[in-house]
């Protein structure tokens, strides 16, 4: 599962997901980036987590001092930094998010959208706490996921990503409360306002609250705690 993203789904696959975007997913998309703008001033330094080919990278170099996206996949990576070569500000790294190579409180802002806490298949509490690691006291981590109240647009969209053989053909019997399921062994999940709540409780240090927006995402936004 873990190789999907970094050698199926990745690249010009990738960037093919969202070439073929229907308009309510564009718009959910958009909604994300807007929502994490609002909070990055123009001294900040910003860390994207799987940030792909840098689709949102130019826009936060844009507003952020300095930014830096990580993702494993080398493909991406290498389309990214083609396609970003130009910005001074900002940089590519091949790096996995739950082992982060960066000094303890390293930036002021962590993002990690598009229900990046589900697709990557990884331990979600460790990712919180090394994303918390790398955030200066006082800074800010976003994390987003799905809402319930988008899924018939999620699962068209992948449907249409099925149909364009960047993804397995969908198995309907069991794509269901929020998890879609491909006939190749591709699973799409999410996480729900509970199941946030839940990995955030077990954190100390920090402060965090949990907002729909755009009846599309659940985002959960994490302080961590000055000492």
């Known amino acids: ?26 718009q959910y998309l958009e909604a994300e980036v807007n929502y994490v703008l609002q909070f990055i001033k123009p001294e900040d330094s ?20 300095s930014v830096t996206g990580i993702d494993t996949s080398p493909f991406s990576i290498e389309l990214g930094r083609k396609a970003l070569s130009s910005l001074f500000n900002c940089r590519l790294i091949e790096m996995d998010a739950v082992n982060l190579e960066f000094p303890d409180s390293t930036f002021d802002v962590v993002i990690c959208i598009q229900n990046g806490i589900s697709a990557f298949h990884v331990d979600q509490l460790r990712l919180l706490h090394e994303s918390i690691r790398v955030t200066k006291a006082g800074g800010l981590i976003l994390f987003s996921s799905y809402s319930d109240r988008f899924w018939k647009h999620r699962l068209e969209w992948f449907q249409l990503q099925s149909a364009e053989g960047l993804i397995g053909e969908i198995d309907f019997e069991k794509s269901r409360d929020g998890r879609i399921v491909c006939k190749d062994g591709f699973t799409a999940t999410t996480v729900k306002p509970g199941q946030f709540i839940r990995l955030i409780s077990s954190i100390r240090g920090i402060n965090a609250e949990i907002e729909e927006v755009d009846e599309s995402s659940i985002f959960c936004r994490i302080t961590p705690v000055k000492t």
């Open 1 to 26: 599962m873990t190789g999907y993203y970094t050698e199926i789904l990745s690249a010009d696959n990738l960037k093919r997901c969202y070439d073929i975007a229907p308009k309510r997913v564009i």
């Open 46 to 65: 910003v860390l994207e987590l799987g940030c792909g080919y840098g689709r949102i990278l130019q826009v936060l170099a844009g507003r952020a001092k």
